[in-house]
């Protein structure tokens, strides 16, 4: 992920970040890696001894950062969500806890971390086998996004995109097929979602859709099948049909590939850093890069 990293300029000062119940190995070098890389400033929310057993365990070195004591998983997540209500923390990062219980606090409307747009993920890979870095959504939050949230999900991209490179993106919409079948939904959601963005209800990005992965990706497969297209084997953003499909492709490169990757929540009022509880600690470190950018970017394009 170094081309993350090359966008951080000297002004972007470390986010103070709530990593909600780091009591692992995984989760804690993560927090301390970038914390050392000057990315975050960590606040640890969790059981303080599990937390120092956990760093203990694995000779890591948490004198430094600060430590608000909870009794479980569920608490941590809710006294995390409160320090960044009170302007105590400027983001939250997910330890080893469960995806749900970690965005319960996050979603309710009481928190105001909501905004009116479906919030969504976007993972950022730097796939040796492609020629630029994919955005790949949504492949953690949204199961079975209907139409109106597939072009919220879109929306986040871009606008998470332009952020980070300053340029419009190509975004492709993906299904089992580039073409438009009645019985295979996610092909019909593909072309209206692409008469959306050509009437303006999706804004900053060339849109289309639908395309089957190889064509989104591939130029020559394009060719093969007559796909005559600006996005065609040139796509920035891949947008999945649901998250089980999003899910198992980012999964399957990460462990066959080893493709890098990072990435967050995007559709709230504050960085939400949110990786599998198997991500390494390099992942997590990308993870925060991008919500430091995302945050810290003073010139931040508009679409």
């Known amino acids: 992920m170094k081309y993350i990293y090359d966008k951080i300029t000297p002004e972007m000062e470390p986010l103070k970040v709530a990593v909600v119940h780091p009591v692992d ?12 890389a000057k990315l975050i400033v960590p606040i640890l929310v969790g059981p303080e001894q599990k937390i120092r057993k956990a760093a203990a365990d694995a000779n890591i070195d948490i004198s430094g950062f600060e430590i608000v004591p909870t009794e479980h998983s569920h608490a941590s997540a809710e006294a995390a969500v409160k320090l960044v209500k009170d302007g105590k923390a ?23 971390l909501r905004t009116d747009r479906r919030m969504s993920h ?42 980070i490179e300053g340029r419009e993106p190509k975004v492709a919409i993906l299904a089992a097929t580039e073409k438009v079948e009645e019985k295979q939904q996610a092909t019909l959601d593909a072309a209206a979602l692409t008469v959306m963005a050509l009437r303006g209800q999706i804004t900053g990005a060339k849109v289309e859709g639908p395309f089957a992965f190889d064509n989104a990706i591939s130029k020559k497969s ?8 600006d996005v065609a084997g040139d796509a920035d953003i891949l947008v999945f049909p649901d998250m089980a499909s999003g899910n198992i492709y980012f999964k399957s490169r990460t462990f066959l590939s080893s493709a890098p990757l990072g990435g967050i929540v995007v559709g709230a009022r504050t960085p939400i850093i949110l990786n599998s509880r198997s991500a390494e600690a390099e992942e997590r470190k990308a993870s925060a890069a991008i919500a430091l950018v995302n945050a810290r970017n003073p010139n931040r394009p508009k679409p």
């Open 25 to 36: 190995e995984n989760s804690l070098r993560g927090a301390f890696e970038a914390a050392a």
């Open 90 to 112: 400027e983001a939250l990062m997910k330890g080893k806890i469960s995806t749900d219980e970690f965005l319960t606090p996050v979603v309710a409307k009481e928190n105001g």
């Open 222 to 229: 394009a060719k093969l099948k007559d796909i005559f297209s």
């Open 122 to 163: 976007v993972f950022i890979m730097q796939d040796p086998d492609y020629h630029k870095p994919l955005y790949i959504t949504d492949a953690a939050m949204n199961i079975a996004p209907d139409l109106a949230a597939k072009k919220d999900i879109i929306q986040n991209a871009i606008d998470l995109f332009w952020t």
